[in-house]
């Protein structure tokens, strides 16, 4: 069974410009969780989504937005880049998002410049 | 607010040594905590303890959690230098509804 694939793995942008991240999940997966890494912060929850809907969003700015397909793919946007977005982006899929462990992507590495 | 605090942040240890990683939580509503191992990219999932199932093994890892404590311990007896990595802990709780990480325990073990 084919794990949780991202794109692209390696991203380098100038400030004020837009990024779209790409996630696939394990087939037959439903929810899909967006996290970012950053050495200092370890993970922060960014949104999940869960049949299309977006279920739950944690505390960040509204520059970072996303979508899940009817496949269950999901694709995360940040906006306006900012230096500080320079990050480790997980992609995340679980069964059903709650009660079943979530499996993770190798991640895109995002550096601003 | 709802958080997850792991200690130690690091840790060196000799091959064949035994360590014990540490997860302490403050969630409302508690549902489930998780550890996974993080080695260059992607956290690989290791166990997930419940209220029903608070004590889990597999080969020379295990894990136990303390409801009463709030807290869960990481057991890796025998360390090889394929056991250094990132270990992280997450709690879900049933209000939040999410996985609330911690900034996790780096592990380095010398041969």
């Known amino acids: 069974k084919a794990g949780v694939t991202q794109t692209p793995r390696y991203l380098i942008k100038t400030r004020g410009q837009q990024v779209t991240l790409s996630c696939s999940p394990i087939?037959?997966?439903?929810?899909v969780s967006w996290y970012q890494q950053t050495p200092g912060q370890g993970l922060q929850f960014l949104f999940e989504?869960?049949?299309?809907?977006?279920?739950n969003k944690g505390n960040f700015p509204g520059r970072f937005s996303g979508r899940q397909f009817s496949n269950s793919r999901s694709e995360m946007n940040v906006s306006t880049l900012e230096l500080g977005d320079s990050a480790l982006y997980l992609c995340?899929?679980?069964?059903?998002?709650?009660?079943?462990?979530?499996?993770f992507g190798n991640g895109t590495r995002l550096t601003v410049t | 607010e709802d958080k997850v605090v792991q200690s130690p942040l690091s840790l060196v240890v000799h091959e064949g040594d035994t360590v014990t990683l540490n997860c302490s939580y403050e969630?409302?509503?508690?549902?489930?905590l998780l550890w996974y191992k993080q080695e260059k990219k992607a956290p690989t999932f290791l166990f997930m303890l419940?209220?029903?199932?608070i004590e889990k093994k597999s080969g020379r890892l295990s894990s136990i959690l303390d409801k009463k404590e709030l807290s869960s311990i990481l057991n890796i007896t025998a360390t090889q230098t394929g056991d250094s990595a990132i270990y992280l802990c997450?709690?879900?709780?049933?209000?939040?509804?999410?996985?609330?990480f911690g900034t996790g325990t780096s592990l380095t073990v010398i041969p």
């Open positions: 997450a709690v879900v709780s049933n209000t939040g509804n999410q996985f609330y």
């Open positions: 969630v409302t509503n508690f549902r489930s």
């Open positions: 419940t209220s029903s199932g």
């Open positions: 995340a899929s679980s069964r059903d998002g709650w009660d079943s462990p979530l499996h």
């Open positions: 989504y869960f049949s299309e809907t977006q279920r």
């Open positions: 087939s037959g997966h439903r929810s």
